[in-house]
């Protein structure tokens, strides 16, 4: 499903920055990264395990997407700003930071997004790196970070014990 949104961005293999919404973000975040990667395994460990309460899982679900969300805005940042070039750019894909650049840029900066992003050459990738520069998405991204974290750990609070918190304090330093 996730991949089936993320196709709907594109028209003739250009993105189509308008439908970039931090809405069909969190969208794609949930079931391309969240179901797969944390939702899937640990539901399926509670119900092998014998722990087939309703009202657990979806407490588990809700912290396993909210995982699953911080951590592919986490890849985004290390693909922009990591130690090495990533593709996020090049390929036009619905990113954290192409998000938030579209609602803090002004007409012309959105226009530098729409002629450069999801252009295969390294110099329309260095033009949207220094775009989100200017707009200080790294700090930005910080703070979002740093709040997305703590409702995570707000939410874990919340399961009963016996499922181990420490599964989760495991998952978060596991991706950090």
């Not at 395994?41 to 809700?62: F, N």
């Not at 007409?107 to 220094?130: C, N, T, W």
């Amino acid at each position: 499903m996730g991949q089936s949104l993320n196709a709907s961005y594109y028209i003739d293999g250009r993105p189509q920055l308008h439908r970039f919404t931090l809405d069909r973000y969190i969208a794609l975040t949930k079931y391309n990264f969240g179901f797969c990667s944390f939702h899937l395994p640990i539901a399926a460990s509670m119900y092998l395990t014998g722990i087939c309460d309703a009202k657990l899982h979806k407490r588990v679900k809700t912290v396993l997407l909210e995982l699953g969300h911080l951590f592919q805005a986490q890849k985004d940042f290390l693909d922009c700003f990591g130690d090495e070039m990533g593709t996020d750019i090049s390929s036009g894909r619905c990113t954290w930071f192409l998000i938030a650049a579209l609602e803090r840029a002004n007409p012309a900066q959105k226009q530098i997004l729409e002629d450069h992003y999801g252009r295969e050459d390294p110099e329309s990738q260095q033009v949207v790196r220094h775009l989100y520069e200017q707009l200080n998405l790294s700090s930005q991204y910080l703070v979002y970070e740093g709040a997305r974290l703590n409702l995570v750990r707000r939410l874990i609070e919340q399961i009963p014990n016996n499922i181990p918190h420490s599964l989760f304090a495991n998952l978060i330093e596991f991706y950090r």
